[in-house]
């Protein structure tokens, strides 16, 4: 006789009508004048239709000055409206966005606190043109100090341009012209401090210098001390602060690498050279830090130099990531601690290129959110030829994941226009919710419409959208996702380690910009292919690896919260570049009893040196001479190598990542619930991942494909169950629970494409 655990008596109730804090928490744009009268017609039309709470959002057209009495009295009046119909509410600190300029007041009444880049000039000098002088006649641009000219002595090898470590500092020859004293090939790098232009931000203004903690402890005063008005609610009805796209490289230096002009009037133009995250008094600060003098350094952010040294990258990014996490995200999560809120929001996520540029180690920030949070502008799912919209979302839910966060918030569906639908809302839904979001924020709900406010980041989710009279159907429906991606959980057992190091090294290379370096691609490419497989699996950074412990005997591998579980296999896609400790933790995870796979390529160089003898002793340990597909045992684990070259090479027709993963599968310990035979559609179409809670687990489907798929489930793991071919569907769209016979052929459609199937475990 089988008995069966029944889910919890809440999570049944709530699956038919969720809760507030799961369901749908917009951006309200309050962007008007702000009548008590329209703003409560509003929250009572919001809670009618199925919303969860709202984030108070100071928008463009908002007649009220930010924080004056007025804005905080509406404020005070939306909270306590809230409050009588038990909605949540989010504050919201900035004055538009990005977050850190009080809509641009704070860095034009400081100057000092304007955010500056570094700007990096090239000339090179030819040896077929000596002894001819080369002229030093850099112009000068209104808002940039001159910071250094250095002279490389510079040659090629291998089709690279690298330079000699110690160059010439002629800073003073600024106008005049040079001549090397010998014959020979240089590159001359004139490096600029430069203001960020004006208008880069979204008010207009100048952005904040997120690397000055000095800068951003006023921007805590002017702009989350006012919130103390509010203290009140804090912890109950006004739950935290949202904070919003941040960065220590804010737009013009995250969407390019060349410099944009200082003066508002041309703000399009750009001055020659690429640019790189500054602050005042730089030069100081880090020699204080490090024990170097950056300034001779600065060509290796641009050129791999003779010595195959790599110090000076990791080092600069380290640091700048040091400063912006704990100056910034450190800063304002302990106010927001102190007063008893969560701290939440998110930054400038994908690519990982993207990440190192505004960021520096994204990973780093996100551990300083209470819940995890990510973006998820315009429509569209990721595909297999597009697979880069994973990492983002993927890389929030790790962190959250490997953190013990619970929660993953994701500012969604904004920028993908007027006519975007419902269906297309739904579908992108359930994307980001099967990568792991489990608290929805739309962007945006719009106070009022009027004028110009219809072309602000369109679509409206609100009254003024034709499908408004139908969205409490979508609430609930996001609010069913959010509920059981929040009450139940994961237990992967597949990591992939983060390319982030190799990514510092590979974006610059000849003084030239590598937008799609190889590991990035493959980090997407491999992404995308584990689901195809359904293999879970979560993202890792050397920093979360290095504080993890290491388990052996029955339940080997890395873990990372006390009696959480154990991650036992480690892939390295395409990772060439590897801390020395990491390796020697990453040989101590294999003997006991981890499983390394290394894709692509085997890391090689350390955190200092190309070609590092020490990492490349550990590596022959692990690896051996690098024979694809031999697997060594070491200890009670193993190591293996896969060259995708070769892969290629032995199945032309195949994709070496797919083959990969069949050989990943036999890995996995963890077997799914069950088997399936697909009637209509292929494999890849079906994408799934398994959740439990105590008693249940469930298996999440999707079909991301343009067809109708149709699955016949053959077989359950737990034989006693499956005698009895029970099986449950909650079902999205209607809120209840029904048995479904296992061998009956069920279809899931693309439109309709995420299904809940739980298997009650017996006892």
């Given at each position: 006789?089988?008995n069966?655990?029944?889910?919890s008596?809440?999570?049944?109730?709530?699956?038919n009508?969720?809760?507030?804090?799961?369901?749908?928490?917009?951006?309200?744009?309050?962007?008007?004048?702000l009548?008590?009268?329209?703003?409560?017609?509003?929250?009572?039309?919001?809670?009618?239709?199925?919303?969860?709470?709202?984030?108070?959002?100071?928008?463009?057209?908002?007649?009220?000055?930010?924080?004056?009495?007025?804005?905080?009295?509406?404020?005070?009046?939306?909270?306590?409206?809230?409050?009588?119909?038990?909605?949540?509410?989010?504050?919201?600190?900035?004055?538009?966005?990005?977050?850190?300029?009080?809509?641009?007041?704070?860095?034009?009444?400081?100057p000092?606190?304007?955010?500056?880049?570094?700007?990096?000039?090239?000339?090179?000098?030819?040896?077929?043109?000596?002894?001819?002088?080369?002229?030093?006649?850099?112009?000068?641009?209104?808002?940039?100090?001159?910071?250094?000219?250095?002279?490389?002595?510079?040659?090629?090898?291998?089709g690279?341009?690298?330079?000699?470590?110690?160059?010439?500092?002629?800073?003073?020859?600024?106008?005049?012209?040079?001549?090397?004293?010998?014959?020979?090939?240089?590159?001359?790098?004139?490096?600029?401090?430069?203001?960020?232009?004006?208008?880069?931000?979204?008010?207009?203004?100048?952005?904040?210098?997120?690397?000055?903690?000095?800068?951003?402890?006023?921007?805590?005063?002017?702009?989350?001390?006012?919130?103390?008005?509010?203290?009140?609610?804090?912890?109950?009805?006004?739950?935290?602060?949202?904070?919003?796209?941040?960065?220590?490289?804010?737009?013009?230096?995250?969407?390019?690498?060349?410099?944009?002009?200082?003066?508002?009037?041309?703000?399009?133009?750009?001055?020659?050279?690429?640019?790189?995250?500054?602050?005042?008094?730089?030069?100081?600060?880090?020699?204080?830090?490090?024990?170097?003098?950056?300034?001779?350094?600065?060509?290796?952010?641009?050129?791999?130099?003779?010595?195959?040294?790599?110090?000076?990258?990791?080092?600069?990014?380290?640091?700048?990531?040091?400063?912006y996490?704990?100056?910034?995200?450190?800063?304002?999560?302990?106010?927001?601690?102190?007063?008893?809120?969560?701290?939440?929001?998110?930054?400038?996520?994908?690519?990982?290129?993207?990440?190192?540029?505004?960021?520096?180690?994204?990973?780093?920030?996100?551990?300083?959110?209470?819940?995890?949070?990510?973006?998820?502008?315009?429509?569209?799912?990721?595909?297999?030829?597009?697979?880069?919209?994973?990492?983002?979302?993927?890389?929030?839910?790790?962190?959250?994941?490997?953190?013990?966060?619970?929660?993953?918030?994701?500012?969604?569906?904004?920028?993908?226009?007027?006519?975007?639908?419902?269906?297309?809302?739904r579908l992108?839904?359930?994307?980001?919710?099967?990568?792991?979001?489990?608290?929805?924020?739309?962007?945006?709900?719009?106070?009022?419409?009027?004028?110009?406010?219809?072309?602000?980041?369109?679509?409206?989710?609100?009254?003024?959208?034709?499908h408004?009279?139908?969205?409490?159907?979508?609430?609930?429906?996001?609010?069913?996702?959010?509920?059981?991606?929040?009450?139940?959980?994961?237990?992967?057992?597949?990591?992939?380690?983060?390319?982030?190091?190799?990514?510092?090294?590979?974006?610059?290379?000849?003084?030239?910009?590598?937008?799609?370096?190889?590991?990035?691609?493959?980090?997407?490419?491999?992404?995308?292919?584990?689901?195809?497989?359904?293999?879970?699996?979560?993202?890792?950074?050397?920093?979360?690896?290095?504080?993890?412990?290491?388990?052996?005997?029955?339940r080997?591998?890395?873990?990372?919260?006390?009696?959480?579980?154990?991650?036992?296999l480690?892939?390295?896609?395409?990772?060439?570049?590897?801390?020395?400790?990491?390796?020697?933790?990453?040989?101590?995870?294999?003997?006991?009893?981890g499983?390394?796979?290394?894709?692509?390529?085997?890391?090689?160089?350390?955190?200092?040196?190309?070609?590092?003898?020490?990492?490349?002793?550990?590596?022959?340990?692990?690896?051996?001479?690098?024979?694809?597909?031999?697997?060594?045992?070491?200890?009670?684990?193993?190591?293996?190598?896969?060259?995708?070259e070769?892969?290629?090479?032995?199945?032309?027709?195949?994709?070496?990542?797919?083959?990969?993963?069949?050989?990943?599968?036999?890995?996995?310990?963890?077997?799914?619930?069950?088997?399936?035979?697909?009637?209509?559609?292929?494999?890849?179409?079906?994408?799934?991942?398994?959740?439990?809670?105590p008693?249940?687990?469930?298996?999440?489907?999707?079909?991301?494909?343009?067809?109708?798929?149709?699955?016949?489930?053959?077989?359950?793991?737990?034989?006693?169950?499956?005698?009895?071919?029970?099986?449950?569907?909650?079902?999205?769209?209607?809120?209840?629970?029904?048995?479904?016979?296992?061998?009956?052929?069920?279809?899931?459609?693309?439109?309709?494409?995420?299904?809940?199937?739980?298997?009650?475990?017996?006892?």
């Amino acid at each position: 006789m089988t008995n069966t655990l029944p889910a919890s008596d809440d999570i049944i109730r709530q699956f038919n009508n969720p809760a507030a804090t799961y369901r749908p928490q917009p951006f309200w744009f309050l962007n008007h004048k702000l009548e008590r009268q329209e703003l409560e017609q509003q929250i009572s039309a919001m809670h009618e239709q199925g919303v969860g709470g709202v984030v108070l959002h100071a928008r463009h057209g908002m007649q009220a000055e930010y924080l004056s009495s007025e804005f905080m009295d509406a404020l005070s009046f939306c909270t306590e409206e809230c409050r009588k119909r038990g909605m949540d509410v989010w504050l919201y600190d900035e004055d538009n966005w990005p977050s850190g300029t009080l809509g641009g007041k704070l860095t034009r009444q400081h100057p000092e606190y304007r955010m500056r880049y570094l700007r990096i000039e090239e000339r090179r000098y030819s040896a077929a043109d000596w002894p001819k002088p080369l002229p030093l006649d850099f112009q000068l641009y209104d808002h940039n100090e001159l910071i250094a000219i250095l002279a490389y002595r510079a040659e090629e090898q291998g089709g690279e341009w690298l330079l000699h470590p110690e160059p010439l500092r002629m800073t003073e020859q600024l106008g005049d012209v040079w001549t090397p004293g010998s014959e020979g090939d240089y590159v001359v790098l004139a490096c600029w401090s430069c203001e960020i232009a004006e208008g880069m931000t979204f008010a207009g203004g100048y952005y904040l210098d997120t690397l000055n903690p000095e800068a951003v402890q006023t921007f805590i005063r002017l702009s989350y001390e006012p919130l103390l008005q509010l203290q009140q609610h804090y912890g109950s009805t006004i739950k935290g602060v949202f904070t919003d796209e941040p960065g220590l490289m804010i737009h013009d230096g995250f969407f390019g690498v060349e410099a944009i002009r200082t003066e508002v009037r041309d703000v399009e133009a750009t001055l020659p050279g690429i640019v790189f995250a500054w602050t005042r008094g730089m030069e100081e600060r880090y020699l204080a830090d490090n024990g170097v003098d950056l300034i001779p350094q600065l060509g290796a952010l641009l050129y791999h130099l003779t010595d195959g040294s790599l110090t000076v990258r990791q080092q600069y990014y380290d640091t700048v990531t040091r400063w912006y996490v704990e100056g910034y995200h450190g800063a304002i999560r302990e106010w927001c601690e102190r007063h008893g809120l969560l701290y939440i929001g998110h930054t400038l996520e994908e690519p990982v290129w993207g990440q190192a540029r505004s960021q520096g180690n994204q990973t780093q920030v996100l551990q300083q959110f209470h819940y995890s949070g990510v973006d998820y502008l315009t429509a569209g799912i990721g595909s297999k030829d597009n697979p880069h919209r994973i990492v983002s979302v993927k890389t929030a839910a790790s962190v959250a994941q490997l953190e013990n966060k619970g929660r993953v918030i994701c500012e969604s569906f904004g920028a993908s226009g007027h006519a975007y639908s419902m269906r297309q809302r739904r579908l992108d839904a359930n994307f980001i919710a099967f990568l792991g979001v489990n608290l929805f924020i739309p962007h945006a709900f719009y106070y009022s419409f009027a004028g110009y406010r219809k072309t602000d980041f369109p679509p409206t989710e609100f009254k003024h959208a034709p499908h408004w009279p139908h969205y409490r159907a979508f609430a609930d429906y996001i609010g069913r996702l959010s509920l059981l991606g929040a009450r139940t959980s994961r237990s992967p057992e597949v990591l992939l380690l983060s390319p982030i190091r190799t990514v510092y090294q590979d974006m610059f290379a000849s003084g030239v910009s590598e937008r799609k370096p190889n590991a990035d691609t493959l980090f997407q490419l491999l992404s995308d292919r584990l689901l195809r497989s359904a293999i879970d699996y979560d993202y890792v950074d050397e920093c979360q690896l290095a504080v993890a412990d290491i388990i052996g005997k029955e339940r080997p591998g890395f873990r990372f919260a006390e009696r959480g579980g154990t991650y036992p296999l480690l892939v390295l896609p395409c990772i060439r570049v590897m801390s020395r400790q990491l390796a020697v933790r990453l040989l101590s995870f294999v003997q006991s009893g981890g499983t390394l796979i290394a894709v692509g390529t085997i890391p090689q160089d350390s955190e200092s040196q190309h070609n590092d003898p020490e990492l490349k002793r550990v590596m022959e340990q692990l690896f051996g001479e690098g024979c694809h597909g031999d697997r060594r045992f070491i200890g009670d684990g193993s190591a293996l190598f896969y060259s995708l070259e070769q892969a290629k090479r032995d199945n032309e027709d195949a994709d070496p990542l797919e083959s990969l993963c069949t050989r990943l599968k036999p890995c996995v310990k963890r077997q799914p619930l069950f088997s399936y035979t697909m009637l209509e559609g292929g494999l890849e179409d079906l994408i799934v991942v398994e959740r439990e809670e105590p008693g249940r687990r469930y298996a999440w489907m999707m079909n991301w494909s343009e067809q109708e798929v149709a699955i016949r489930l053959d077989h359950h793991q737990d034989e006693a169950v499956a005698g009895e071919r029970v099986i449950e569907e909650w079902r999205l769209e209607h809120g209840d629970v029904r048995p479904m016979p296992i061998i009956s052929p069920f279809c899931i459609e693309k439109l309709t494409p995420l299904t809940a199937v739980t298997f009650p475990r017996s006892v």
